[in-house]
């Protein structure tokens, strides 16, 4: 593999991680006349960018159910589970084919396979399952940060912590690794908010390129700060660059409880949000809400 092919390859990925999704498909899209193995990790790259972009059709296109690629159709299974919306309720078949995938013990050698099928047993609470896997590579940054993610969501923060810790020692300056810290910083909340904030203000200096990740990230934390007036702003600019993102959205519905914007807006970002993602977490818990108002409300008026 030549030294340019692995700069790419490097660019490429730091580019997906911060969710610059179109830069990353324009830096892969340099490379060419790949076989084998580059060519999957190619053709892996571009789809995860594709999910990125909400693109599930194109990749269910491009990826055959049938495919021989194991990281490839483990790619498939998360755009299938993505695009059924409803991330509480993952199909057995979709489970199912990871299950088999990860039977194939060659399977487990390839840490971009193992990463992706976590991420879609992290989905469907298997988070044992996920863990079992991602342990065989401790040196991959993907399966280090899609471990802190099945750490943060059982409520092992301490764990998640450790983890960082021993990733600094051999990884500090990597952007994922970075961003595992700042994720586990907003879990952590209090004075971690604060360098939480810092590190996605440096990772958005650093790499020259403004995300909507990014900037909801950023919002997120200035948020948690009562810095309410820099979120808003901060998701404004982020909803300019994409008007139907759902957590931009849903951010903007809470910002705008403590802006002292007007019902008709919060209303309106409500509304698209119910368009663009029906099934998002906010919009089923503002539901579920609603409806145990309205029960509450018809046993007093008995």
Request: with cysteine; charged share 20%; aromatic share 6%.
């Amino acid at each position: 593999m030549s030294d340019l092919i692995v700069d790419d390859f490097y660019t490429a990925r730091n580019l997906l991680y911060l969710g610059a999704f179109p830069q990353a498909l324009a830096s892969l899209a340099q490379l060419t006349h790949l076989s084998g193995a580059l060519d999957v990790e190619k053709q892996s790259l571009q789809c995860r960018a594709y999910l990125g972009q909400h693109n599930y059709s194109l990749i269910l296109d491009q990826i055959p159910s049938n495919s021989p690629t194991p990281v490839l159709l483990a790619i498939r299974q998360l755009a299938l589970l993505k695009q059924q919306g409803d991330s509480d309720n993952v199909p057995a078949s979709i489970v199912g084919v990871i299950d088999e995938l990860i039977a194939d013990s060659n399977n487990l050698l390839d840490s971009a396979f193992v990463a992706v099928a976590a991420q879609v047993l992290v989905s469907a609470r298997k988070y044992d399952d996920a863990l079992k896997i991602l342990v065989l590579h401790p040196k991959s940054l993907e399966c280090v940060a899609m471990t802190v993610v099945a750490y943060l969501a059982i409520n092992r923060v301490d764990l998640a912590q450790k983890l960082i810790a021993r990733v600094r020692s051999w990884a500090e300056d990597a952007p994922l690794a970075q961003l595992a810290e700042a994720w586990t910083n907003l879990y952590v909340g209090g004075s971690k908010y604060n360098e939480a904030l810092y590190i996605f203000e440096e990772l958005a200096q650093a790499s020259s390129v403004s995300t909507v990740r990014l900037l909801n990230a950023r919002a997120v934390c200035k948020m948690h700060l009562a810095e309410y007036d820099d979120a808003a702003e901060l998701l404004q600019e982020a909803l300019a660059m994409a008007s139907n993102d759902p957590d931009t959205l849903a951010n903007l519905v809470v910002c705008s409880n403590h802006t002292g914007e007007s019902l008709e807006a919060k209303a309106r970002y409500m509304s698209q949000l119910r368009h663009a993602a029906p099934d998002h977490p906010f919009v089923r818990d503002a539901d579920a809400k609603e409806a145990e108002f309205d029960r509450f409300a018809a046993q007093l008026a008995q």
